[in-house]
Structure formats: C-alpha cells, structure tokens
Nanobody, 120 residues
C-alpha cells in the first residue's frame, strides 16, 4: 500500500501549484482522504480533507478560499489546487488515506511528502 505525492516545487508569492497523490497496492475508493503539511520545527497540521464520496470537504481556516481539494475515481487520485500562495504555506505536504477528519491519528496510510516553497 503506497501513496505517492507529486507537484511540489518553488513558487513566488501569489502563485499557484497543484499537488497530486496516487494510490497503489490498494483501492481507497471507499475511504476519506486528506492533505496535511509540516513546516520545519512545527507539528504536522491539517490542510484539507474530502469524504469517500467526494460530497463533503473540510478546510483549515488558513487555506479556506485559496485551496481546493478534489478526487477522481476509481483508484482514486487526490488533488490539492493551491492558489494565491503565501510564504507561510511553505512546508512538506503529505497526503493521507483512511479518514476525512482533522486529526493525523485518524489516518492509517501516508505518502512520503512533497516540498512546497513559496518565496520571491
């Protein structure tokens, strides 16, 4: 069972990036999924989550209105569209599967992370 993120990189403030997360070895079509991030010296924090059906999405207040989580089927592939990026969005971004809540402990499968750096 593996989740593999991609799409990270260096972007200027105000720019956009789209992260992707592909699952292999197991289907997560009946599982909620989420995105988390961790900046140096800080705890891993919730970014966004989506229900297994895709009908319900949840966002951290810090990204609401700027980030959009989505998924397609059947594998599925999880996405995070990030617009109007700010320097404080700089972190390693992780996708996770098995739940759709805000607590990292709810999720049982994690990707390896992809670095997002927002800097001029």
């Amino acid at each position: 069972v593996q989740l593999v993120e991609s799409g990270g990189g260096l972007v200027q403030p105000g720019g956009s990036l789209r992260l992707s997360c592909v699952a292999s070895g197991r289907t997560f079509s009946r599982s909620g999924m989420g995105w988390f991030r961790q900046a140096p010296g800080k705890e891993r924090e919730f970014v966004a989550a989506i229900s297994w059906s895709g009908d319900t999405t949840t966002y951290a207040d810090s990204v609401k209105g700027r980030f959009t989580i989505s998924r397609d089927y059947p594998k599925p592939t999880l996405y995070l569209q990030m617009n109007n990026l700010k320097p404080e969005d700089t972190a390693v971004y992780y996708c996770a599967a098995g739940a759709d809540g805000r607590r990292p402990s709810l999720y049982d499968v994690w990707g390896q992370g992809t670095q997002v750096t927002v800097s001029s």
